[in-house]
């Protein structure tokens, strides 16, 4: 048994992580979503839960089977996982946000199927709320917050800057260019950036990314 393998290290720590996409419905035929898989939040979840961790997973419709040993908490939308996340981070010693939330949703769902007509049509969209920046906002100092980002353009620059917006701990920063890391792959190359540090990871199995971000969190030297 793999599990045996792992050292408890993070026994009596409670987890909150997040993973996969959201899904905003159009109509009741069509949604709009991206291409996050949960495969990075799901490493997450699962390494920490071997770690001897008491880990609670909120995650939207992802294409991998939930690890065992969590708290499973299916949604679907983005207000979804924000009742999700928020009736439940009180109480947590840290928060992982690695979904990838959708920032806009349709302002009016059709509540029959939308017919298509001639020429062109536009689908008004309305912000949602970012779960995140409330989380800093009612952040205790106990709490570690952490965030993912997912850029294709002055990655550095625009993560630090989330960072310090939403009153985070971490953020784990990607460049969805770059080539093994992003959605859908099984490695990924991240820079994990903090106030006063930035670690550059080479590229690794998205499980050994999320080894090394739990350390780093809790700050466990290996
Ligand atoms: N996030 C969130 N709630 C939202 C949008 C994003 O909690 N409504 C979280 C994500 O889970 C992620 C972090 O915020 O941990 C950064 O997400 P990202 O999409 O990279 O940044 P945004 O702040 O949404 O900005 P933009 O999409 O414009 O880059
Ligand atoms: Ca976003």
Same mark, same amino acid.
């Given at each position: 048994?793999?599990?045996?393998?792992?050292?408890?290290?993070?026994?009596?720590?409670?987890?909150?992580?997040? *993973? /996969?996409?959201?899904?905003?419905?159009?109509?009741?035929?069509?949604?709009?979503?991206?291409?996050?898989? /949960?495969?990075?939040?799901? *490493?997450?979840?699962?390494?920490?839960?071997?770690?001897?961790?008491?880990?609670?997973?909120?995650?939207?419709?992802? +294409?991998?089977?939930?690890?065992?040993? $969590?708290?499973?908490?299916?949604?679907?939308?983005?207000?979804?996982?924000?009742?999700?996340?928020?009736?439940?981070?009180?109480?947590?010693? *840290?928060?992982?946000?690695?979904?990838?939330?959708?920032?806009?949703?349709?302002?009016? $769902? #059709?509540?029959?199927?939308?017919?298509?007509?001639?020429?062109?049509?536009?689908?008004?969209?309305?912000?949602?709320?970012?779960?995140?920046?409330?989380?800093?906002?009612?952040?205790?100092?106990?709490?570690?917050?952490?965030?993912?980002?997912?850029?294709?353009?002055?990655?550095?620059? #625009?993560?630090?800057?989330?960072?310090?917006?939403?009153?985070?701990?971490?953020?784990?920063?990607?460049?969805?260019?770059?080539? /093994? *890391?992003?959605?859908?792959?099984?490695?990924? $190359?991240?820079?994990?950036?903090?106030? #006063?540090? +930035?670690?550059?990871?080479?590229?690794?199995?998205? +499980? +050994?990314?999320?080894?090394?971000?739990?350390?780093?969190?809790?700050?466990?030297?290996?």
């Amino acid at each position: 048994l793999k599990e045996v393998q792992y050292e408890k290290d993070l026994k009596g720590k409670k987890i909150l992580v997040t *993973a /996969g996409p959201t899904r905003e419905a159009i109509d009741p035929v069509r949604y709009i979503t991206n291409h996050s898989t /949960g495969k990075m939040g799901y *490493a997450i979840a699962k390494t920490a839960a071997l770690r001897g961790a008491e880990v609670t997973l909120v995650s939207g419709p992802a +294409e991998v089977e939930p690890p065992m040993f $969590v708290n499973f908490v299916p949604v679907v939308t983005a207000k979804d996982m924000f009742e999700a996340v928020t009736g439940r981070s009180d109480e947590m010693d *840290a928060v992982i946000k690695a979904a990838a939330v959708a920032d806009y949703r349709p302002k009016f $769902v #059709n509540t029959e199927k939308t017919k298509k007509k001639d020429g062109d049509m536009a689908i008004e969209l309305e912000r949602t709320d970012d779960i995140l920046k409330w989380l800093g906002e009612h952040k205790k100092d106990s709490q570690f917050l952490c965030g993912f980002s997912m850029e294709t353009e002055h990655m550095l620059e #625009n993560s630090r800057a989330k960072l310090k917006k939403k009153n985070l701990d971490m953020i784990v920063a990607n460049n969805l260019k770059v080539a /093994g *890391a992003g959605f859908g792959t099984d490695t990924n $190359v991240v820079t994990m950036i903090r106030e #006063n540090r +930035e670690t550059e990871l080479p590229i690794m199995s998205k +499980e +050994e990314v999320a080894g090394a971000i739990l350390d780093e969190i809790f700050e466990i030297k290996r």
